[in-house]
């Protein structure tokens, strides 16, 4: 089953994604696979901040481990409604999620 996820790239244009829920991705992974500005440096061990983002919707996320949340806490543009999108994975309850990029 794919869920619909929304992600507002940094020039403030909106893409709409269909994330597929049976593959074990995480949101770093769908946006590099839709060709979106996230590097996701470390490969997804929560080690860089590249795909950092703001969680705009109200959505039961996983806690933050404590490597997401000592990264975070070196990471600029940081704000309250961060994550990284290599720690938030992809699964039914997350349809309808809406994030922005970070600067």
Known sequence: MDIKITV????????????PTDINMNLMEVCKSYELP?????????MCAS????V???HP???????EEA???EAFYVKEN???GCQIQIDKK???LTVELTP
Request: hydrophobic share 30%; net charge negative.
């Open 8 to 19: 507002i790239d940094r020039s403030g244009k909106v893409h709409e994604l269909e994330a």
């Open 38 to 46: 996230v590097d996701g440096t470390c490969g997804g061990i929560a």
């Open 51 to 54: 795909c950092q983002c703001y």
């Open 56 to 58: 705009l919707s109200n």
């Open 61 to 67: 996320l996983e806690k933050k481990s404590p490597d």
């Open 71 to 73: 990264m975070l806490s």
């Open 82 to 84: 961060s994550r990284l």
């Open 94 to 96: 997350l349809d309808g």
